[in-house]
């Protein structure tokens, strides 16, 4: 059974930076690609950033030289560093792995707010 389990949301105050990770259990993680993605109140679920089992990395362009994915497959973990943080960047953030299937993770709030 897949597992993904999220960590790192908080409430930070604007241009405040936050970690976020997810770790992931019950399949081969190295091949895997992996994506965070958010939702804000309101809105569709969109990528943030997606890296692929070459460590291939695409952004959303909101998020672009403010954000950096990043992953240790000896921790079958997957990173978000969210620098600069906008009050816009407010939203759950749920963590993907995806590998023939989809899979998500339960989700992280950030709140971006002074």
């Known amino acids: 059974q897949v597992q993904l389990v999220e960590s790192g949301g908080d409430l930070v105050q604007p241009g405040g930076s936050l970690r976020l990770s997810c770790t992931a259990s019950g399949i081969i993680f190295s091949i895997a690609a992996m994506g965070w993605y ?5 809105k569709q ?3 943030v950033a997606r890296i ?3 460590r291939t ?3 959303a362009d909101s998020v672009k030289g403010r954000f950096t994915i ?3 497959n000896a921790k079958n973990t997957v990173y978000l560093q969210m620098n600069s943080l906008k009050p816009e960047d ?4 749920y963590c993907n792995l995806d590998l023939n299937n989809n899979y998500w993770g339960q989700g992280t709030q950030v709140t971006v707010s002074s």
């Open 38 to 42: 958010r939702q804000a109140p309101g």
């Open 90 to 93: 407010t939203a759950v953030y």
């Open 57 to 59: 990395t695409t952004y």
């Open 70 to 72: 990043s992953r240790d």
């Open 52 to 54: 692929t089992r070459f």
């Open 45 to 47: 679920r969109e990528l």
